[in-house]
């Protein structure tokens, strides 16, 4: 592999992580400071789906860490273990944002119907990933072909890794608007929830540039072996 690719892909793996361990290191920070309000995440939830008369979505709780997420298909906001009884700044954050994916679907949000709509051709993607990108490399010179398809497969995740961007931030803001307008988090607790949502979606940035790298990586290694 070329080694300027090799760096930067390093370079962009360390900052994943480091973005990662922030994320959780905030998410630590903040769950240990309650809302004056005294609301759990799942009380912060059902009040967010009732204040936007979303009656279809139900608010169930989910096992491990930061498994937090809306099933569009099941119309469930679930929530982990440390959100779903949890009185914390931390709690009222995360399950706002997954709340704001549910206000997503029922106002047809654009990004969110387009990032759907991609999620059937990511499987397929995803799965034919990594058997493709070796073969390719491997017959480069004789199949070109092959690399072209692997480049298609690696820029489709790309792409949904992109389309998830938006999807995110607006979620994300429409959290952090109700949580102030309807004064569930005060002053400093709404600043706390900013900062985790903030390096929550910093997590999805870096896999979008991580993606975005891979896809250009690829094209290099095809152009090079056409000259």
């Given at each position: 592999m070329d080694i300027g690719y090799l760096v930067v892909a390093g370079i962009l793996s360390m900052i994943g992580m480091f973005v990662s361990g922030r994320l959780k290191s905030k998410f630590n920070k903040y769950s240990k400071v309650s809302l004056q309000s005294g609301m759990s995440g799942k009380e912060v939830a059902e009040q967010m789906l009732a204040y936007y008369n979303i009656q279809d979505v139900r608010v169930v709780p989910a096992k491990g860490f930061l498994t937090d997420h809306y099933n569009p298909l099941t119309k469930t906001v679930a929530l982990s273990e440390p959100v779903y009884n949890a009185r914390t700044i931390s709690a009222a954050a995360v399950a706002a944002h997954e709340c704001g994916h549910a206000v997503q679907h029922d106002t047809a949000y654009g990004m969110l119907k387009m990032r759907s709509a991609l999620v059937p051709v990511v499987k397929v993607a995803a799965m034919a990933q990594q058997g493709l990108l070796m073969v390719a490399f491997l017959m480069l010179n004789q199949f070109p072909m092959l690399m072209l398809i692997t480049i298609a497969a690696f820029a489709v995740t790309a792409l949904f890794s992109f389309v998830t961007l938006p999807v995110e931030f607006d979620a994300s803001n429409r959290?952090?608007?109700?949580?102030?307008?309807?004064g569930v988090t005060k002053a400093k607790e709404h600043e706390g929830a900013k900062d985790a949502l903030w390096?929550?979606?910093?997590?999805?940035?870096?896999?979008?540039?991580?993606?975005?790298?891979?896809?250009?990586?690829l094209i290099l290694q095809y152009t090079s072996s056409r000259r």
């Amino acid at each position: 592999m070329d080694i300027g690719y090799l760096v930067v892909a390093g370079i962009l793996s360390m900052i994943g992580m480091f973005v990662s361990g922030r994320l959780k290191s905030k998410f630590n920070k903040y769950s240990k400071v309650s809302l004056q309000s005294g609301m759990s995440g799942k009380e912060v939830a059902e009040q967010m789906l009732a204040y936007y008369n979303i009656q279809d979505v139900r608010v169930v709780p989910a096992k491990g860490f930061l498994t937090d997420h809306y099933n569009p298909l099941t119309k469930t906001v679930a929530l982990s273990e440390p959100v779903y009884n949890a009185r914390t700044i931390s709690a009222a954050a995360v399950a706002a944002h997954e709340c704001g994916h549910a206000v997503q679907h029922d106002t047809a949000y654009g990004m969110l119907k387009m990032r759907s709509a991609l999620v059937p051709v990511v499987k397929v993607a995803a799965m034919a990933q990594q058997g493709l990108l070796m073969v390719a490399f491997l017959m480069l010179n004789q199949f070109p072909m092959l690399m072209l398809i692997t480049i298609a497969a690696f820029a489709v995740t790309a792409l949904f890794s992109f389309v998830t961007l938006p999807v995110e931030f607006d979620a994300s803001n429409r959290a952090l608007a109700w949580l102030e307008d309807t004064g569930v988090t005060k002053a400093k607790e709404h600043e706390g929830a900013k900062d985790a949502l903030w390096w929550a979606a910093m997590t999805y940035v870096a896999a979008a540039l991580s993606s975005l790298v891979m896809v250009l990586y690829l094209i290099l290694q095809y152009t090079s072996s056409r000259r």
